[in-house]
């Protein structure tokens, strides 16, 4: 049976997994969430109502996030993972017909989605040491007149942050909807998040599975204007977010506070790791995530990668991506995690 014409073509998103003693590759939160969290979930768990729908419009868990952020319920989405709120902003504004514009590299997911709906993903380039060049952006939307326009910031695999002034000139520039993806907005030192009104076609998504230690829970969220949610909640479909889930996210969000040094430790870390790292023959890119980018100078990425999962340390292998000759990322761990990590860098860059 034939897949899709447009679909023969596309590659999946692979993620090896190796067995390894410190694993530093997919960005996840290295502490699991607080014990607390676990027991209250382990009670509410016990009192669901197997037998009937979960609360469909997930009002409860909605609202909690919009107090958290000093907006409407109206104005939240929620869905599984960051993942499938970008596929549904996707499955809302691309599709067949219309064009979605990122500027590379960035998120790969971003144009994979796109390209499932049936879009054209209209790819502009980063300038060298993948700052975004506003030259360029004003090019592609030019040129491509783009439905959807992405930015991701921190941007992922690079973890530089995008300033303020290029959020507000692509959002005066692209000529449909700026989605802004923040998936490691909690690291970084500002959020697009503050610029959300009801007025601008604009939407900025986060996730629980970073922060929130929650990887293995998928929930992720949009805060964008009141209308453009209503739209989103016409596509999704109903009941995508099970009792479980609802309440994982709902009980989360009374654990703020710890939520809060967890990010503290893991950019200090971020800040001790960059700076080891600049001391090694390798370049460093700024992060405001967590996770760092870098290329060895003088040294083909692949062998460094290997070295170290040699060394049982495996980090992320970007080298034979598009645009990342001979880069690495590594997620910032625990400080353990984080020593371990310096020790077999050092011995193999020896
Ligand atoms: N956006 C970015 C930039 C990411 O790096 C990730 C995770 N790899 C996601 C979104 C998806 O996160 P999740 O679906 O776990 O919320």
Known sequence: MPVRDDLRALEGYHSPQVQVRVRLNTNESPF???VAWRDAFAEELSRVEWHRYPDRAA??????????HGVRPEQVFVANGSNEVLQTVLLTFAGPGRTVATFEPTYQLHGHIARLTGATVAEGERAADFTLDMGEVRRVIRDASPTVTFLC??????????????????LSLAPGLLVVDEAYGQFASWSAMGLVDDELPMVVSRTFSKTWSMAGSRLGYLVGPEWLVAELDKVVLPYHLDAAKQI????????VAEMDERVQ????ERERLAAA???MPIDVVPSGANFILFRPRGRSGR???QGLLDRSVLIRDCS?????ADCLRVTVGTPQENDEFLTALSEVMQ
């Open 32 to 34: 699991p969430p607080p």
């Open 59 to 68: 009002s409860e868990l909605r609202a909690g996030i919009a107090a958290m």
């Open 153 to 170: 910031s921190p941007n992922n695999p690079t973890g530089l942050e995008e300033p303020e002034a290029n959020v507000r000139g692509v």
């Open 248 to 255: 994982a996210g709902r009980l989360a969000l009374t654990f």
């Open 265 to 268: 430790l893991i950019v200090a």
């Open 277 to 279: 790292m600049g001391s």
């Open 303 to 305: 062998a460094v990668w």
């Open 320 to 324: 034979g991506w598009p645009r990342l």
